[in-house]
């Protein structure tokens, strides 16, 4: 469905940019990528008082972003993302544990491998438009996917658990620039369940009469993630990161 949805953006968008119709004042295409360390922690079992971990410090982490904005009345603007995490960790276990139909016993050595995708989708409004502070607020859909590929170490016994769900969350974005300097401040918040994106920085505009326009910007990042598989298994992760990004709009 999202692959689809990232398909139907980018031709409409390549649409209006090929159109003699097109205006630059009007319509605004972006692609974007946001870069940052993952050393979020991640944990994951049956009991919420006895979780395993994953910890895989000093891997990058990617968001890949593509939008579209305008200025005609009660269409939303759109805004497309999705990025990955990938984790492994060994640990031992300390009580008896049920993950994906498997029964692994106390004293356990298990290697455990996890890839997180999010695939956000984001329909917005504009509250507010002037030249010192702009505001947006919409509801962004965001589909979580979960697997984890658990191995007994120096046995054949393994287990797999996947989960997806959609969480809606409530989306608020606040940006205030400073006129013909370039620089702008920006804070963005979504909100929904036990899941939340928190995001805010400083960035700075090469602005010019030619396109595209650049936008350049680092800020601090945090994401949770949670999930309750089918089968009673938790996960949860949470990142506190700094990032470095780039748009580039047409």
């Not at 030619?210 to 309750?228: A, H, K, S």
């Not at 996960?235 to 748009?247: I, K, P, S, V, W």
């Amino acid at each position: 469905m999202f692959v689809s949805v990232l398909k139907i953006i980018a031709l409409v968008s390549l649409l209006i940019i090929a159109s003699p119709l097109y205006a630059k004042d009007i319509f605004s295409f972006s692609l974007g990528i946001d870069q940052w360390k993952n050393d979020a922690p991640s944990t994951y079992g049956v009991a919420s008082d006895n979780l395993l971990e994953f910890k895989d410090e000093g891997a990058t982490a990617r968001q890949l972003e593509l939008s579209l904005s305008h200025k005609l009345p009660l269409i939303p603007n759109i805004r497309y993302a999705t990025s990955s995490t990938d984790q492994a960790a060994n640990n031992t276990l300390a009580q008896t544990y049920v993950l994906g139909g498997e029964v692994f016993s106390v004293a356990s050595q298990l290697s455990s491998e996890n890839k997180t995708q999010i695939h956000d989708v984001l329909l917005s409004y504009p509250m507010l438009d002037f030249r010192l502070l702009k505001m947006d607020m919409g509801l962004l859909a965001r589909y979580q996917k979960l697997e984890i590929n658990t191995s007994k170490i120096g046995d054949t016994q393994q287990s797999m658990v996947d989960s997806d769900k959609i969480v809606p969350m409530l989306h608020v974005n606040l940006e205030s620039g400073v006129p013909l300097l370039g620089f702008f401040v920006f804070a963005e918040f979504n909100k929904g369940d036990n899941n939340h994106l928190y995001q805010s920085g400083i960035g700075y505009t090469f602005d010019n009469n030619l396109i595209p326009d650049v936008d350049l910007r680092v800020g601090f990042r945090n994401e949770n993630i949670d999930f309750t598989a089918g089968d009673g298994v938790i996960f949860h992760q949470e990142l506190d990161a700094t990032f470095a990004g780039m748009r580039v709009r047409f």
